[in-house]
Nanobody
Framework: QVQLVESGGGLVQPGGSLRLSCAAS????????IGWFRHAPGKEREGVSC????????SYIDSVKGRFTISRDNAKNTVYLQMNSLKPEDAAGYFC?????????????????WGQGTHVVVSS
């Protein structure tokens, strides 16, 4: 059974940092790209970052470039999203997902399996 479990969210002040984790079970990350998405109330769900499994390439939306870093630990079957210099506009529910392919996709409908999410609140 494919399962993704996010953790690491919480309350942080602007400028602070959080590291989100996405623990996978039921499949191996060696052959699956993982994407991080976020969804804030009143806003569209957006893809934040993705890491492929074929060449380890990464991608980010412009608003988080230079602040967020995605990484993968295949031994732990876990993907991380290090978030630095957090801004109030980063506050959202963060979800990891996989579509069962090795390459990343920008299309949310290519992702079949989703975690339950972890919430990030950025406030002073």
């Amino acid at each position: 059974q494919v399962q993704l479990v996010e953790s690491g969210g919480g309350l942080v002040q602007p400028g602070g940092s959080l590291r989100l984790s996405c623990a996978a079970s039921g499949f191996t990350l060696d052959y699956h790209a993982i994407g991080w998405f976020r969804h804030a109330p009143g806003k569209e769900r957006e893809g934040v970052s993705c890491i492929s499994s074929n060449d380890g390439s990464t991608s980010y939306i412009d608003s988080v470039k230079g602040r967020f870093t995605i990484s993968r630990d295949n031994a732990k079957n876990t993907v991380y999203l290090q978030m630095n210099s957090l801004k109030p506009e980063d506050a959202a529910g963060y979800f990891c997902a996989t579509g069962g392919t090795t390459a990343c996709s920008e299309d949310v409908y290519d992702y079949d399996y989703w975690g339950q999410g972890t919430h990030v609140v950025v406030s002073s």
